[in-house]
């Protein structure tokens, strides 16, 4: 591997980087038929009752074969989750895990609702959409054509997945995503701060967690 991928990788902060990782190699292991992606989605009788737990982990890094919508997703998850990573919450591995360790679980508990049964996509529009109003004022440019401000970015990015796709079935699965995160942000930077004053279970990741990733 050259030299320069190899830096550009270790640069990658580690939540986003191991987060890239497991969703590449989960859909190069579906395109060498090691696996098939009915061994991975998630459905709360497979999982929870016929005792197929993984299957709460593994629909979260199957971003689909690898076409232009993969390429896609994972390119604008990357890019705004790691930017997030590196901006709000530097130095915070823990909390970051913890914002998506919860977004993970209400998807779970949304996903019968709109019978979605790969999850990874809703989980890569938290961080844009937590990204984007943290930053409301940064001027984004969409593919060198429009030039949005970054709160229209989330509804942006759906509505090309709804071109590209062709179909509304992935844009519901991206704006369910928003919703999710829209719930995050409003836990962490609107109820956080004129309700509460100050952390809370919902804001930071309990001190188990923080000794896991070193953080204490």
Known sequence: MPVG???????IPPIT???????????????????????????????????????????????????????FHLFFFMRYSRMLEESSFANRKADYFWLLFLSSI??????????????????AFV??????RRH???????FGLITITAPYLPFALVAFSWV???TWKAATADLVGCAVGHVGWFMRDVWLRE??????????????????????
């Open 5 to 11: 991928i190899e830096a550009w990788i270790t640069q």
């Open 17 to 71: 980087r191991g987060w890239l990782a497991l969703s590449v190699l989960t859909s190069l292991a579906v395109q060498c038929q090691l696996v098939t992606p009915l061994q991975l989605y998630y459905s709360p009788k497979n999982a929870f009752v016929n005792g197929q737990a993984w299957r709460a982990v593994t629909n979260f890094f199957y971003f689909g074969p690898i076409s232009l919508d993969f390429v």
């Open 106 to 123: 209400m998807l779970l508990g949304l996903s019968p609702l709109f019978n979605l049964p790969f999850l990874s996509s809703p989980l």
């Open 127 to 132: 961080p844009i959409y937590i990204w984007s």
């Open 136 to 142: 409301p004022s940064t001027p984004i440019s969409l």
């Open 164 to 166: 590209l796709n062709g």
């Open 195 to 216: 309700m509460v004053g100050g952390p809370t279970f919902f804001s930071h990741a309990p001190d188990r967690v923080k000794r896991l990733f070193g953080d204490l």
